[in-house]
């Protein structure tokens, strides 16, 4: 089974091109493959399908040629990621099945608008849903749905934080620092996972939770540093958020059986 | 530059091979490689290189026909690694580089004598040297030094421990708990990397432990299950130590260089 891995910001994925549709991701291959010892070691698998060979992507037929069958490293099915669609366009446009630009790609949410460069890819994560605030460890946060749930804290210091481990275990958790003007600095407690590397909702809605904090309008592109790397993310007069980075593969080769 | 990843007892290896003696480990890429989220992610990294070819080998020239160039994932060189000359010799077996049975390779370490079945590789890894006991945490542990220094604590349930966090950082240091007759499980805190899911000379040692605890004869196998399976050590009458335990390769494949 051909194989490829590629990471944005840290966020790391074996891609499985199944031009064919003839794929089977039974959850025991999943966990195989992402197993970091034993298997090549990932966050997620994305599986690389034509929509109309893909049962799943048929509401998408005629609107996107290809679909995005993500899975977690545990072998659920997730809907969407971020950094995943990301790494996802770049392999299209470096195996020569689509080209630098605009990319329109089915996932199970929804259609999604991809930009890719030669430096970096951009999709665009649709809008930005606010709640209550919620409290975080005694701290008041602002909620932003961005098709999973996210409180995002105000921290004057990401590194004096120490280990991350926030009561609430429902939600993802962002602490976000200034760091210099439309710049924040940011750790993630992701639900089910722990801290990670790099989340591309989280930086959205730490992004969306500084300009409402800012009292900035909205359109501007704040870079947000990550463990990982670095993303830029723009919250839309639309509503939309924009999450723009690095995605890259690393290497291509053969799964074997065992 | 083209990789194979592999493992044993999920003590996990990017191998090289390296057949005309060309390829050049600087740390950096070495660090690339073994990153679990930007590369392929690894304990360290397996260079395939004939004795011919690689001045550090010279002294082997004649003996051994094949020369393991070990490296940490920081980069540094080591020695010998147990788990990963057991890796090494199944990719010799599965490229047709070697024939299934006895075989000797060289490492930085001396020669080393392997067996290498369908199901298993064995390798013979030097006598096991006596210490003085020492203190781990209050506790006397036996001293046993396999080419690196251990310190084996006998413990009544290994799951009961905990973080592992010896107060001597200097020493791979192991909890043993007694399964069966000639059936032990263990923890390992390696030093300079925290614990792990298998170490060979650790296991080695706590064999050695053992044996001299039980006043048993020396020559008989011992069962020693590790978080990343199980390994068989027997510690000879001659005074050597033989590490058996399951080897495989998983992936095959190219790394691209970014």
Redesign the interface.
């Known amino acids: 089974m051909r194989?490829l891995?590629g990471?944005g910001t840290?966020?790391?994925f074996v891609l499985l091109p199944d031009p064919d549709g003839t794929l089977v991701l039974a959850p025991d291959l999943v966990q195989a493959l992402c197993n970091?010892?034993?298997?090549?070691?990932a966050d997620g698998v994305l599986r690389v399908v034509p929509t109309a060979l893909e049962p799943d992507a048929h509401p998408y037929k005629g609107e996107a040629e290809w679909f995005m069958d993500y899975r977690n490293a545990d072998g659920s099915i997730a809907e969407m990621c971020g950094n995943g669609v990301r790494v996802y366009a770049r392999y299209l446009v470096e195996a020569g099945l689509a080209e630098l630009g605009e990319l329109d790609l089915a996932t199970r949410g929804g259609i999604k608008h991809v930009t890719v460069s030669a430096d970096s890819v951009t999709v665009n994560m649709g809008p930005a849903v606010l709640g209550d605030p919620v409290d975080i460890d005694g701290v008041p946060a602002t909620f932003v749905d961005m098709g999973n749930p996210h409180a995002v804290v105000h921290v004057a210091s990401v590194e004096a934080l120490g280990v991350l481990d926030p009561a609430r275990k429902d939600l993802n958790v962002e602490y976000v620092e200034d760091v210099a003007e439309r710049h924040l600095r940011m750790r993630v407690h992701e639900r089910g996972v722990g801290e990670t590397?790099s989340c591309g909702t989280g930086a959205c809605a730490a992004v969306v939770a500084a300009v409402l904090r800012s009292g900035d309008p909205r359109g501007s592109a704040y870079q947000v540093d990550v463990p990982?790397g670095r993303l830029v993310v723009t919250w839309q007069e639309d509503g939309h958020v924009l999450l723009q980075g690095p995605a890259?593969?690393?290497?291509?080769?053969?799964?074997?059986d065992?």
Not at 36 to 41: D, I, K, N, P, S
Not at 248 to 256: N, T
């Open positions: 194989f891995k990471h840290e966020n790391d970091r010892r034993a298997g090549l070691g590397r990982g890259v593969l690393v290497a291509e080769g053969e799964w074997r065992s």
